[in-house]
Nanobody
Framework: VQLVESGGGRVQSGDSLSLSCAASGFSVDDYAVGWFRQAPGQEREGVSCISDSDDGSVTQYADSAKGRFTISRDKAKNRVYLQMDSLRPEDTADYYC???????????????WGQGTSVTVSS
């Protein structure tokens, strides 16, 4: 079982980035997959999460991400994406994808984590 993030980088304020989380060993439609971030000296925080529902998928966003970030998944590629628009310097952090039985914004041992990808937004 493995999660591998990619797509991080250095951008200017207002730019966009698309993060990708490639899953192996399990199907992204069988688990909730979330994006978390951790800025230097800060605690890890939830950003967005996607999970299955009877009507398709359910997405959740932290207040800091609402209206700017979009989570999606490609079941055929077994990937989950985080499209980040209108980036701000305060979005600078290491971004992690993680899998769990259900969505929450509480990081912890119940999540299976990727290794992270770094995002730096300069003003």
């Amino acid at each position: 079982v493995q999660l591998v993030e990619s797509g991080g980088g250095r951008v200017q304020s207002g730019d966009s980035l698309s993060l990708s989380c490639a899953a192996s060993g399990f199907s992204v439609d069988d688990y909730a997959v979330g994006w978390f971030r951790q800025a230097p000296g800060q605690e890890r925080e939830g950003v967005s999460c996607i999970s299955d529902s009877d009507d398709g998928s359910v997405t959740q966003y932290a207040d800091s991400a609402k209206g700017r970030f979009t989570i999606s998944r490609d079941k055929a590629k077994n990937r989950v994406y985080l499209q980040m628009d209108s980036l701000r310097p305060e979005d600078t952090a290491d971004y992690y994808c993680a899998a769990n039985l259900r969505c929450s914004f509480t990081p912890g041992s119940s999540w299976f984590w990727g290794q992270g990808t770094s995002v730096t937004v300069s003003s």
